[in-house]
């Protein structure tokens, strides 16, 4: 962690991405006080201590070391994605069958309906 004193006007940061205040000395994570030291955004600070920002857990920074479970969730969904695509294909199918035969059904209407009015 290193302290930092904001010079910019306009820094959001933070899990909440607050707003910080020009002048204030926060203490943050060593890599984003050297993005801003070097961006020319905020100075190191001198001062004892300062606010500390709280910022977002990467998934470098995470505590979970068992993805077991995430690839077990990860699997089912998959799986309900594969069976809900078949079931989908096959109602598609079924459809197109019914619409055929409608067709069908109405092209051979329409032309009795010809054929009828056909001597009047």
Same mark, same amino acid.
């Given at each position: 962690? #290193?302290? @930092?004193? &904001?010079? #910019?006007?306009? &820094?959001?940061?933070? %899990?909440? !991405? ?6 204030? =000395?926060?203490? @943050?994570?060593?890599? !984003?006080?050297?993005?801003? &030291?070097? #961006?020319?955004? %905020? ?5 004892? $201590?300062?606010?500390?920002? @709280?910022?977002? *857990?990467?998934? #470098?920074?995470?505590? *979970?070391?068992?993805?077991?479970? &995430? ?7 998959? %799986?309900? @994605?594969?069976?809900?695509? /078949?079931?989908?294909?096959? $109602? /598609?199918?079924?459809?197109? =069958?019914? !619409?055929?035969? /409608? ?11 010809? /054929?009828?009015?056909?001597? $009047?």
């Amino acid at each position: 962690m #290193a302290l @930092v004193k &904001i010079l #910019a006007l306009n &820094i959001f940061a933070g %899990a909440s !991405l607050q707003k910080l205040e020009t002048g204030k =000395t926060y203490d @943050v994570d060593d890599s !984003l006080a050297e993005k801003w &030291i070097s #961006a020319g955004k %905020a100075e190191k600070s001198t001062e004892k $201590k300062g606010d500390k920002l @709280v910022t977002t *857990v990467s998934p #470098a920074n995470s505590t *979970v070391t068992d993805s077991s479970v &995430i690839q077990e969730k990860l699997d089912a969904a998959l %799986a309900k @994605v594969n069976e809900l695509t /078949e079931t989908a294909a096959a $109602k /598609e199918a079924e459809h197109a =069958t019914a !619409l055929e035969a /409608e067709k069908n059904r109405a092209d051979t209407a329409e032309a009795a309906l010809a /054929e009828a009015t056909k001597g $009047k």
